[in-house]
């Protein structure tokens, strides 16, 4: 815009301008707990963006206080913390809940599963949020999507993996069900939260980890630990960050401010993918040309058979109880439909404009 027009746009726009920056007197303080250390790059970062957010646009009628992992309540309990009101909302990641119901892990990421942008399309356009609402219910909780990470890296090896029999004996920190696939496969998977993976990792305790991508790797860095950094990361294609709200304390907010909490879950769940694409494209950059890290492609024999057990894997949960089968159901169409759609539009293009 030019400065006339601004100026212009200013003077039109002056009642707005001179409108008092008087706050709401706050109606509701609330507590957000999380899985994340306080302020953690990503998701932390995520989390704190979200109660900003719900308190601007509430002009401060809603007060949020996030606490780190442990701060108020050990990190994985953080949902049953929020289920019976310690706290009024969180903020993690589904698949940590399938202790809850097998379910949850179809909110988060499962292997070969949907990209970021499609998660979005299947949770708010495609049936998913429904379901997702059905699985949370029993446990008073409401859920949202609230951050997506993008496709994460395959992870830091020691080791090259040129050929399955390259993962027999692996050791590798890799939780959930990239674990179980790993395992199958001969490998032994190690579950090892965040702030244990760079010791284990350097002292040859694992030989491989998995965390997230370039920006968080960078971070906690992993590439003064292992040689190898591969991609891509078939076990978490676009994970889904979750805020889950207790249904009471909702309930007891006028509409008007349950409007905002839920757009403000939907603004933060954009936000934090395009803080990821934007942060993990400086950062592989830094890793490949400052660090001189070897950035390797798992080759295709590798791929296809970690796609083949993965299936598998993710069939075996479904068939576990009902809920998880008709939540599995509705995942399997839409990825065969995206799958359709996308090889002719984001695989096409992408292809082309590597040619
Ligand atoms: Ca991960």
Redesign the pocket.
Known sequence: MKRRDFLKGAAVGGALAAAPSVRAETQFKWKMVTTWPKNFPGMGAGANFLAQTIGEMSGGRIEVKVYGGKELVPEMEIFDAVSRGTAEMGHGAAYYWKGKSEAAQFFAAVPFGLTGQEMNAWLYHGGGMKLWEEVYAPFGLIPTAAGNTGV?MGGWFNREINALKDLEGLKMRIPGLGGEVLKRLGGTPVNLPGGEIFTSLKSGAIDAT???GPYNDLAFGLYKAAKYYYYP?W??PG?TLECFINKKAFEALPKDLQSIVLNACRVANQDMLADYTARNNEALHALVKQHGVDLRRFSDEVLKKLKAISDEVVAEVAAKDPLTQKVFDSFRAFREQAVAWHDVSERAYLNARAL
Request: without cysteine.
């Open positions: 994460q998995e965390w997230v990361g076990h978490e994970t």
